[in-house]
């Protein structure tokens, strides 16, 4: 209604403006070629391509009433304009056109100014209150609303009698505004006398004090009700559940002294307390929400012995019942579930009848009744239904399905009942397709339409799909612009109803296109980099699917709070305008966080020689991040993350000497800068520079490295994305543990070396969370190639697979079955020394890789019961193939097999219990692989949904211990193990 408002007042000061301009009848102007078009902001002519693109009363062009309308209508829609005028004159034979806009000015700030100043009055809560409600650029011709949520906040705050006074400075180029609150506080209403009625379980001391309140202090309505909340809270902690306390409070003194009476309930404390058959304890809080729900109401223990009786009727005790009482004495109320299971009802046997058509093998896999189990009557509806289910789908539209029981007899005192089932089953006729027909298709061809259908000749006859069929064609037209279609499905029976045809009557009504695509929200965002995503231009049906497409790309960019497309029909019925309503997220982000690590970590030993020791380490973390998105107006971001760890000084201890608490120090750290472009040089691929200095604490050394590298990747489909990378990087090692006369030549060559390489990797994900998946899968092949040739000190070929399974186990509370499986093969090329000399060992060229790039396995995410890296192949003596040196330090190597099995069960919202199962191991060559090697851990852990993220502890147990090996591994991290 605003909108046609301003609609007619713009044509209605067109006719003023005909009148003034030239005393002329308006049927002097009407038919006239125009001569010129003036956009005129604010007494400043603009050619803005957006605005000019919107009008259509074109040069030469003869004038008419219906373009003017059109133009005006497409300039408010663009929401910039809050007013637009036009004028006319004549100029020779033509007409001079003006169009007069009076820019929006959206809010860009919020101010307070407080006079005098008053303690209690935060700026930062008035702003949230106002932010809240309009968001962060409020309308100006809402100022006054906007005053009274202010004036309202701060009667929250003890403020009654604020004046809040709103007005706006406006600015230009660009057009912004500030809203500017003056606040005249006035008095602040403060606490009087203060009395407590009722009978409290505290003393009034004791009361008060929890409630913070005191004679003298200020009256907060809001913090005053927060506080008696969470002393509710507490109180039904302990058990009281029925607690009440109401305040009352009579202002006195021109609300200047708030006197308040506290009226104390505290209620009974209650118990609960089953009687009669046993339950199991650990169902009890499930099946009697009291103390969940912190509440004794009559409903809730209605429902509570309802649920008592599902749970073991379930189990096959139909006769179950569990009344309650409620009992009274001594301040407590007493509430007894006295359960009687009943004799439990045991399944004989199942029959099932009248199935000619469909042998037993069809569906009695899919029934959940078998002989011999304990007898359910949800599981026999649900048996019932499937069965129906399967005779709809196959055609038997009259299928019907009987269930009935035949009771055994049983004494008096009997525990178990045996139950005949019996499963009648009335098949009826088998209706098939005989034809299938369209009338009204005037767009599409029958042949396409054919395409779209479930329902061909020959095949069984669904009701179910019939419907599915008809809104498919729907969906068809309207995605080619027929908003307004319908479509009618009917089927003709033949008279032994074996055989139906069906006719789909089409009612196509106007095809919609586009007229103008209007963007309008966007300050930092470019139109060309929100177009881009769009998959509608001017010209192009309007169809539902390309609609909603563009709304998920436009979200998919993350460059929005919201984005939002609507459609505008003007005079033409045949087409519409799209406005692409746009709120810019912030441009710049900031995160950060800390926590604490804790992992087992192997050192020197003191005592036996100084060979590896595990030591349970734990290691205060921190990070910090900061983001920049929309760079020059694109969907461009640049990113800086940045964490430390601190773990103990000896974390860098020399080779050799053994391990020691010596306090913390700066131990690890991690900078890492990324640049994204999404569709780099307008192609299909996002481009990614990453530079990142890094140092890492591993088993058997330590290393410093820095690395840049360039990538680009490309979503093939939803699921399938590949790309590829060219990597620089340098790595420092030290501090390494492993003794020299175990070292590998490379290594003792190579302690600083630098790599060049290319890498690729494909991806397949359909996993239906990326943090917390409960169905889908992963797959993922990973190549990476160094070489002399292209810069590289050492040359090497690497490859690593991944594939995980996720699956929700039916009937279950989300419990989740999670399976990992993890191959890593590399192989080196002949190495040389830096100045070209062949590296020569034992009369064979050396093909090691540095040990900065050869895999290793034990840890938080690989097999838990070992520590980090440990786990290799070790025999006494060594051998050559051996991937743990004589004292116990990892050497890695060139094959890596990893099997992981999770069972993931929540306990509560928040909580969920994980069992594992973990094997693998680590190979010298790749050559070396064997599944009689791997070695396995078994173990258990708690996932913790906490504010700050998930928190994951697990305890790893090994299967076959060797000599010198401990049993357990305890890790204490972030997120899912894979």
Do not use: C
């Not at 030469?60 to 408010?76: C, K, Q, Y």
């Not at 930062?124 to 106002?130: F, N």
């Not at 104390?264 to 929400?289: C, I, K, N, Q, W």
């Not at 900061?626 to 601190?646: A, D, E, P, T």
């Amino acid at each position: 209604m605003r909108l046609a408002g301003r609609i007619a007042g713009g044509l209605a000061l067109l006719l003023i403006g005909f009148s003034q301009a030239a005393r002329a009848a308006v049927g002097d102007y009407l038919g006239k070629p125009v001569a010129t078009v003036r956009l005129v902001v604010e007494g400043h002519d603009t050619t803005e391509p957006a605005l000019t693109q919107m009008v259509e009363t074109q040069v030469g062009r003869p004038l008419s009433m219906a373009d003017v309308r059109e133009s005006i209508t497409h300039l408010f829609s663009l929401g910039r304009f809050e007013d637009v005028r036009v004028d006319a004159a004549l100029a020779g034979n033509g007409v001079t056109l003006r169009y007069e806009l009076s820019p929006v000015h959206p809010v860009s700030k919020i101010e307070f100014v407080v006079a005098p100043r008053a303690p209690g009055v935060d700026e930062g809560q008035l702003r949230r209150a106002v932010v809240d409600r309009f968001g962060a650029s409020p309308p100006l011709g809402r100022a006054a609303e906007l005053a009274g949520i202010v004036a309202e906040t701060l009667r929250e705050r003890g403020y009654l009698h604020a004046v809040v006074t709103p007005r706006a400075d406006i600015a230009h180029a660009p057009e912004r505004a500030t809203l500017v609150f003056t606040i005249e506080p006035q008095s602040r209403t403060r606490v009087g006398t203060i009395d407590v009625g009722g009978i409290p379980v505290v003393l009034r001391t004791q009361l008060l004090e929890q409630l913070r309140l005191a004679t003298g202090t200020p009256y907060e309505r809001a913090a005053l009700n927060a506080r008696i909340d969470k002393y509710l809270e507490g109180r039904r902690a302990q058990g009281y559940y029925e607690a009440k306390l109401v305040p009352t409070v009579r202002l006195a003194d021109d609300d200047r002294v708030a006197n308040i009476t506290l009226t104390v309930d505290s209620g009974p404390r209650v118990h609960v307390a089953f009687a009669g058959d046993p339950l199991p304890s650990d169902r009890r809080s499930e099946l009697v929400p009291v103390e969940r729900e912190a509440s004794a109401d009559e409903d809730v223990l209605e429902d509570s012995s309802s649920r008592i009786e599902e749970f073991l009727r379930a189990q096959g005790y139909r006769d179950a019942a569990a009344p309650h009482t409620r009992e009274e004495a001594g301040g407590d109320l007493r509430i007894t579930f006295t359960v009687s299971k009943g004799p439990l009802y045991r399944i004989s046997r199942v029959e099932i009848s009248g199935n000619p058509s469909l042998p037993l093998s069809e569906f009695e896999p899919s029934l959940r009744l078998r002989d011999a189990q304990p007898f359910s009557a949800a599981k026999l509806d649900a048996d019932v239904s499937t069965i129906q289910d399967l005779y709809h789908r196959l055609g038997f539209a009259a299928a019907r399905v009987q269930a009935g029981l035949e009771v055994e007899l049983a004494g008096t005192g009997a525990t178990q009942v045996q139950v005949l089932v019996r499963i009648v089953i009335s098949e009826g006729v088998r209706t098939t397709i005989g034809s299938v027909t369209f009338a009204g298709s005037q767009s599409t061809s029958e042949t396409t339409l054919t395409e779209l259908l479930s329902l061909q000749p020959g095949r069984p006859f669904v009701p179910a799909l019939l419907a599915a069929d008809r809104d498919q064609i729907q969906r068809h037209l309207a995605n080619r612009g027929y908003q307004n279609a319908t479509v009618d499905a009917r089927p003709q029976f033949s008279q032994d109803g074996t055989r139906a045809d069906i006719l789909f009557t089409l009612h196509e009504g106007p095809q919609i296109f586009v007229d103008h695509v209007l963007i309008v929200g966007n300050v930092r965002t470019s139109s060309g980099t929100i177009e881009r995503e769009l998959q509608l231009k001017p010209g192009d049906p309007v169809g539902l699917d390309a609609v909603n497409e563009s709304q998920r790309r436009l979200s998919a960019l993350g460059l929005f709070r919201r984005a939002r497309i609507t459609e505008l029909a003007h005079g033409d019925e045949t087409r519409r305008d799209l406005l692409v309503t746009i709120e810019e997220a912030p441009a710049t982000t900031v995160g950060y966080g800390g926590g604490v690590e804790g992992r087992l970590r192997v050192v020197r030993s003191a005592e036996d020689g100084g060979v590896a020791a595990q030591r349970l380490e734990f290691a205060p973390r921190a990070f910090f991040e900061i983001g920049r998105r929309n760079l020059f107006g694109k969907n461009r971001s640049i990113n800086l993350f940045s964490s430390i760890s601190l773990h103990p000084n000896d974390s860098f201890a020399e080779q050799g000497s053994p391990s020691s608490d010596t306090g913390y120090g700066l131990t690890e750290y991690r900078v890492q800068g990324t640049f994204r472009e999404p569709r780099v040089f307008d192609t299909a691929f996002d481009a990614l520079v990453t530079a990142t200095v890094e140092q890492q604490i591993r088993s058997s050394f330590n290393f410093a490295r820095r690395s840049a590298s360039a990538e680009i990747a490309r979503r093939l489909t939803r699921a399938l994305s590949v790309s590829g990378s060219y990597q620089i990087q340098r790595t420092n090692v030290f501090d390494e543990n492993v003794s020299p006369s175990d070292q590998l030549l490379i290594d003792r060559t190579f302690t600083q070396v630098l790599l060049s390489s290319f890498s690729t990797s494909l991806i397949r994900d359909t996993r239906d969370d990326a943090i917390e998946p409960g169905a889908g899968k992963y797959f993922s092949l990973n190549g990476q190639l160094a070489a002399r040739s292209i810069g590289s000190e050492v040359g090497f070929a690497k490859s690593f697979f991944t594939a995980q399974a996720f699956r929700t186990l039916p009937r279950t509370n989300r419990i989740v079955l999670a399976g990992n499986a993890r191959l890593g093969l590399a192989t080196g090329f002949p190495q040389e020394t830096r100045d070209g000399t062949p590296l020569i060992e034992e009369g064979q060229a050396v093909r090691d890789l540095p040990q900065s790039e050869r895999f290793y396995a034990g840890g938080d995410t690989t097999v838990r019961g070992f520590a980090l890296d440990t786990l290799g192949i070790r025999h006494v003596p060594g051998l050559k193939s051996d991937t743990i040196d004589k004292d116990g330090f990892p050497l890695g190597g060139n094959g890596l097999v990893i099997f992981n099995g999770e069972l993931r069960v929540p306990i509560r919202r928040i909580l969920t219990v994980v069992g594992f199962v973990d094997t693998g191991n680590v190979f010298k060559r790749a050559t070396d692989l064997d599944l009689f090697e791997l070695r396995t851990a078994v173990g258990g852990g708690l996932r913790y949904k906490s504010p700050v993220g998930p928190i994951r502890v697990d305890l790893g147990f090994k299967v076959h211990r060797q000599a010198n090996e401990g049993l357990t591994a305890w890790f204490i991290t972030f997120g899912q193990a894979f």
